[in-house]
């Protein structure tokens, strides 16, 4: 473990943060902290700082303090935490399949932490430690459904709610593991599900893949909700990819227009095992 010297400066910068209960602080935020700095000082000072394993850098002017007692070569912050630092100046919440493992409904951890935002972000993804945040950019329309919800038993995060996490992993089902993944924790969530609101939801997002991939799953799964029939009867007649992640192949289902590019039983044999 790398030995962590602090400095006079050094320490007024952590205590200045430790003071005002923050973890994570810009450029301009350290300004504040010595305002009797240079900036050109308060630039090698922050870069000593991370050199030292004080500070972690997150993006171009963004740290994140490492707690004294940890090992600056493995530590790594809470990636939901990390997400609204990253974000901020847009408004966003953590969608697609980190939204899945908030709700508790994934099988397969990942190493990605998917934000979506109301402004496009440049670049798209940074990598942090092994850690690829991924902004994803919806537009009005699609920017609806977040709450705050705890991850643990000190902090909460913007996420989608449960409904809004099935209509975006629909809308991109390449985004969220798939349409396997996706019909797993829809049928798993499925005595959660408030079905008027995924319904308001599907027609307020005013996607026909959405209308049609969500119609599909809930029948074949043998979900009782009389959405489905009202599902059916705002679907258009042209056709879409069941899953996005797979070649265009398969059957056309015309009651849904799908084409259906995954077998059912392929479906129904990962929810039920």
């Not at 630039?43 to 963004?62: C, N």
């Not at 709700?103 to 430690?129: C, G």
């Not at 991850?151 to 809308?171: A, G, P, Q, R, Y």
């Not at 959660?192 to 609101?197: T, Y």
Request: glycine share 4%; hydrophobic share 40%.
């Amino acid at each position: 473990m790398r030995a962590k010297n602090v400095s006079t400066q050094s320490n007024q910068i952590l205590n200045y943060f430790n003071q005002l209960d923050k973890n994570c602080f810009t450029y301009s935020d350290a300004v504040n902290a010595l305002p009797q700095s240079s900036d050109s000082a308060l630039k090698e000072l922050l870069s000593d700082m991370v050199k030292r394993g004080l500070l972690m850098r997150l993006k171009k002017g963004l740290y994140y303090v490492i707690p004294f007692e940890k090992d600056p070569e493995s530590f790594m912050p809470d990636w939901h935490l990390i997400a609204e630092h990253l974000a901020k100046g847009t408004d966003h919440y953590i969608g697609y399949y980190s939204a899945l493992q908030i709700h508790n409904l994934i099988t397969q951890p990942s190493l990605k932490e998917q934000i979506v935002v109301a402004n496009q972000i440049r670049p798209s993804k940074i990598k942090i430690k092994d850690i690829d945040f991924q902004f994803i950019y919806h537009n009005e329309k699609h920017f609806f459904g977040a709450k705050k919800i705890w991850i643990d038993s000190f902090n909460k995060v913007l996420c989608s709610d449960l409904e809004k996490t099935f209509i975006d992993c629909l809308f991109k089902p390449d985004y969220a593991g798939g349409i396997v993944e996706i019909a797993r924790a829809i049928y798993i969530s499925k005595d959660k599900i408030k079905f008027n609101k995924l319904l308001e939801y599907a027609e307020k997002f005013k996607s026909q893949a959405v209308i049609k991939r969500l119609g599909f799953l809930l029948e074949i799964l043998e979900i009782e909700t009389d959405i489905i029939s009202k599902l059916n009867k705002v679907k258009t007649a042209s056709y879409v990819l069941l899953d996005t992640e797979l070649p265009k192949s398969g059957k056309m289902i015309s009651r849904w227009s799908i084409q259906q590019n995954l077998e059912t039983e392929t479906i129904k044999s990962a929810i039920y095992t």
